[in-house]
Each structure stands twice: as structure tokens, then as C-alpha cells.
């Protein structure tokens, strides 16, 4: 493998998980609207 082909795969994996982490974030934020009682324990420090 050359370099060139390694540097494209590793920047397609990096975009998968930015793009993954974002959903997550996403996720959880639907879960602090939704969940009153996941809301009520870390919904308010705003911390996490």
C-alpha cells in the first residue's frame, strides 16, 4: 500500500467518526429534551 492510499483511508475513517460522535451528541440531546428523569440528573450542571 502506498502512502498516498493510506492517508485517503485514514481521513475517510476520520470523517466516519466525527460523523459518528456527532449523532451521538445529537442523541443525547434528544434523550436531555425527552427524558424528565435523565434531565433532571444531568441536564442542569450542564457538565457532561
Do not use: C, T
Amino acid at each position: 500500500m502506498g502512502v498516498r492510499e493510506v492517508s485517503e483511508i485514514s481521513l475517510g475513517e476520520q470523517e466516519q467518526v466525527m460523523r459518528f460522535q456527532e449523532d451521538m451528541e445529537a442523541a443525547k440531546r434528544h434523550l436531555l429534551m425527552y427524558d424528565p428523569y435523565y434531565h433532571h440528573w444531568y441536564g442542569g450542571n450542564g457538565k457532561h
